[in-house]
Nanobody, 120 residues
């Protein structure tokens, strides 16, 4: 499975961005997907996840009410709509996909990341 993020960039505080994560390869085996971010000097942190058919989502408190995750399995693409952006949202944003293999084993895949910079 390969994951490619896009949509990052520079935006003013209060603005919006929409990130995309395109999956290729054995996409039929992808289960839960999610977004994480890493700011300079900080550890990578969880933002949000979405289950395989989009029936359930989870958000970090820091983005709840501002960010929305979605996925289009027909296009093998996941999205992150980010509204009301704040300077503290500045980070490299990573796409994550959990791949399920036989006998219940799983493996996490990551994209290369896309930079989001929010100016004050």
């Amino acid at each position: 499975v390969q994951l490619v993020e896009s949509g990052g960039g520079l935006v003013q505080a209060g603005g919006s961005l929409r990130l995309s994560c395109a999956a290729s390869g054995s996409t039929f085996s992808i289960s839960t997907m999610g977004w994480y971010r890493q700011a300079p000097g900080k550890q990578r942190e969880f933002i949000t996840t979405i289950t395989s058919r989009g029936e359930s989502t989870h958000y970090a408190d820091s983005v709840k009410g501002r960010f929305t995750i979605s996925r289009d399995n027909a296009k093998n693409t996941m999205y992150l709509q980010m509204n009301s952006l704040k300077p503290e949202d500045t980070a490299v944003y990573y796409c994550n996909a959990m791949v399920v293999y036989g006998l219940g084993s799983t493996e996490a895949y990551w994209g290369q990341g896309t930079q989001v910079t929010v100016s004050s």
